[in-house]
């Protein structure tokens, strides 16, 4: 079937895709336009969508499994239906993954003909088939070699790509996609999030190549600087929306940040509160965190007595690490002070001591004891830290039921969690009453500085308000100082008196609340002090 | 890419390398060292030692080599050829029951075992499947599981519902099958006495086979592997041919006891073949899905390699060589415990592989044939040195057993040990 209009000629033609998960809509509306030989940036936050497009474009199993999705894929003019990233390859398209989906243990060339490899005949495959044929390593080498070169990489293709510097890792992948002959779709995924600045600069180079050898390129990414420099046009995703698709002279990088976050804010946003003349509750020094995908690479950042302080930034840039780090969950190095005292690192008990509590983002996983009941769960960790809720026999220590049962119901009261009563075990809870067991454990410690991470991930819209609010009222009535960590700009916007962005493990700087969407959306992708200057001050 | 990077590894003294040899071979060295104290302590003269070497080693590398492909895989190391054992001696059983002797009983047991194999290497493999990442435990309770099955039918229904009238096999109530089957009078030696060596003449022509395996890689190198023309290695693979032929050749003209060993040279010929066999296979396609499959499924997986098929497959082959591996073992024995004779080879074959240096994720071929000889040196001195040093043999008897399972344990911790300091210093590094 041929395109029934215009007499333009694209690779690729995504047209009113549309994508539900169990009800709940992440894409609708969204068209997709690919010429040859152009690059193409997709841009959107996280959870604006550019991930489910990219499932879609490669037909994964999550797609099918779900219930597919809405709308049609052209690729070369010819509807097509992809049904697995296999195919997307017969296809012609390509991917430069984000995780290499390199095999350390092989050489360079056995990675880029991997399952596409040359073989020859021997003596076993007459008997049993062609999948016993052996390989012919010497026409492979030679492939590989050709694929290099296109690239302008010398390194010996028969090198294992175990101890290969990242740079090289990410060329090897390319290689791997250019040997593919029929090759008209590529997609790079945040190639340059792992790269250094002159490693980027080459392989931002080495695209432009490829686009001008007919190769048309999807570049996914948040650094708009490397879109403006390199793309020939953009489109945005905004919360699953097609927001803009625009020639890349018709836009600049305040527009792109503009575009990326600009929402209407349905929500009051909290007032910015003026820090001066408070006392810091928290001081953190030069604070490195070994987390794993969220590192946190040299922050320093004061805390204020009674505000409520909130950490946005893209994942994978370090925002989550932060918490998780100074609660000792992590590796970290660094200084981090409470009230003057100096906090233990690396030692989730003595920080738990001092009075840091923390919510932590993975509820079901080392949140809650999923089948235990309530009260216990809000009960164990003072019990285990402080002897809350203990009574002593001769050499024995009991715990105090009736205490416990006390203490939890008052908490059910004040925080309003909707359950059938303290001994119902959490697994059986909805997410937003899990969380609020969750603060409610954080409480019971009676601790000096709270830590939230991500409290609304995973609840309905209905709960997310609930627990904000809760935390605003502790914030409120008790002048408990609050650190919450949140993907959602949206929610810590609304319950902020500051928010630190954190941006490739590095503090990127601090706003108020009521800070327009373009100084948000530059901060984030990293471009707000390139693009200002020294113009405005960080805190710390 | 403009400038061009070396990637070879820094120069290290000789010290140095010593170290990272000892270090890397932390399991093999050990045992090394325990064989050559048994040895000394056994007060045997070395000619009847090799003797017995030779003897063991031919029965038993077959079914150890079995053992390389799962790992290939990534599937660990397969208790369940266990499964394999049980085809062959049911088919060996029924091969004593109808009297065939000699090749042609072979044949038979072959064809007899190779489809039940087959067949039970696929039941094995689906179950693996629904498993992954618990292969090892699994196969090992497979293989208690499906030894109740065998007992139940060679225990209980034979001479009840299956009918087997054979006085020498049969229990004298006239069911089940009596503890020990003896092949004396039918497949014992029927592959080893086909033809037969003196070992000096055997050991001279592997010299020169050595010899000659060494030149030409020296002078061609590997190519495609980047292995350039020269290596070292080869020139001293090629004097250590020359150096055995020559030995033997002195050997020979001695009244030494060496002189009367013998090789069963068929059976040393069918485990060279499995060598060569497993060598070709993984240059082929479907051995590079093995391995690609083996270091990460995922990968695999997206690349279009459909994971759990390949993985069926190595189940499939791996219980297949197993169970002819079991009928080479059994010729060799002449005789066998009808209910465990099976269960004891999973777990021995799977110790010899470990002390050889292999792990859970990387075996070769050296790795089995270096941990056959040492795990049988092993098996062959530890009684006559308990007996030696404390007076009772049955100390050396309980030695070899703690040996057995305690190799498997200790290599499988080492394994995890190694991983969770490598896991370690790749978190420093970054």
Known sequence: MKTEHNNEHYVLDMRDIGKEYYGTRVLSGINLKLRPGEIHGVLGENGAGKSTLMNILFGMSVIHNTGGFEGKVYVDGEE??????????????????????????????????????????????????????????????????????????NVEEWVKVAGLPVSYMQFVEIARELDKENLKVLVFDEPTAVLTESDADK???????????????????????????????????????????????????????????????????????????????????????????????????????????????????????????????YNSEGKVEVDGQEVVLNNPEKALKQGLAFVSEDRRGIGLLLDTSIELNIAVTAMQMQEQFIKRVGPFTQKDNKRIREHALKMIKDLDIRCTGPQQITRRLSGGNQQKVCIARALTLNPKVLFVSEPTRGIDVGAKKLVLDTLLQLNKDYGMTIIMTSSELAELRMISHRIAIVNEGKLEGVLPPDASDVDFGLMMSGEYHKVKGKEVKTDG | MDENIKITPPEMSLGQKIKKILTHNMVTVFFVVLCLIGYYYSGLTFGFLLNDIVTRMVRNSFLVLALLLPVMAGMGLNFAIVLGAMCAQAAVIFVTHWGIVGLPGIGVTILLTTPLAMLLGYLTGLLFNKAKGQEMIGGMILGFFSNGIYQLIFLILVGSLIPFNNETLVLSSGVGLRTTIDLADGLKYAVDDFWRLPFTTAGMGFGALMLVHGVIRYIKGIPSLGQKAGNKKYILSSVAGVALAGWLYYIKGTESFINFIKVPMLTAILIGLMCVFTTYFIRTKLGQDFRTVGQDRHIADVSGIHSDKTRLTAMIMST?????????????????????????????????????????????????????????????????????????????????????????????VMHAWRKQLENKRRLSQQ
């Open chain 2, 320 to 412: 297949v060589f197993a169970s002819w591996g079991h009928v080479i073992f059994l010729q060799n024995l002449g005789t066998f415990s009808t209910y465990g004779s099976h269960e004891q080879i999973g777990f021995y074959s799977v110790a010899a592989l470990l002390i050889g240096g292999a792990s859970v994720t990387n075996a070769k071929i050296s790795h089995a044939l270096l941990g056959t000889l040492l795990f049988h040196t092993l098996f062959i001195v530890s009684p006559l040195a308990g007996r030696n040093l404390f007076g009772d043999a049955q100390l050396g008897e309980y030695f070899r057993v703690f040996v057995a399972y305690g190799v498997i344990g200790v290599s499988l």
């Open chain 1, 80 to 153: 097509t239906f992809i049904e697995s990233p296999v195919e997307a390859m017969y296809k012609g398209i390509g991917m430069v993954h984000q995780e290499f989906m390199l095999i350390p243990g092989y050489s360079i060339t056995e990675n880029i003909k991997l399952n596409r490899e040359i073989t020859t005949p021997g003596i076993l495959s007459r008997v049993a088939g062609k999948k016993l044929e052996t390989l012919n390593m010497e026409a492979m080498n030679k492939d590989a070699r050709k694929a290099l070169d296109k690239l302008g990489m």
């Open chain 1, 203 to 329: 392989l931002l180079e080495s695209m432009r190549m490829i686009a001008d050898s007919g190769i048309a390129i999807l570049f996914i990414t948040h650094r708009l600087d490397e879109v403006k420099r390199i793309a020939d046009r953009i489109t945005v995703l905004r919360d699953g929306q097609h927001v803009a698709t625009k020639n890349i002279e018709d836009t600049d990088v305040f527009d792109m940040a503009n575009l990326m976050v600009g929402r209407e804010i349905k929500m009051d946003s909290a007032k910015s509160v003026s820090s001066e003349g408070k006392a810091v509750k928290m001081k953190i020094r030069d604070l490195y965190v070994d987390m794993p995908g969220e590192l946190i690479k040299g922050v320093d950042l004061d805390i204020y007595e009674g505000e409520i302080l909130g950490i946005g930034g893209l994942a994978g840039q370090g925002k989550i690490g932060l918490a998780n780090g100074i609660m000792g969950l």
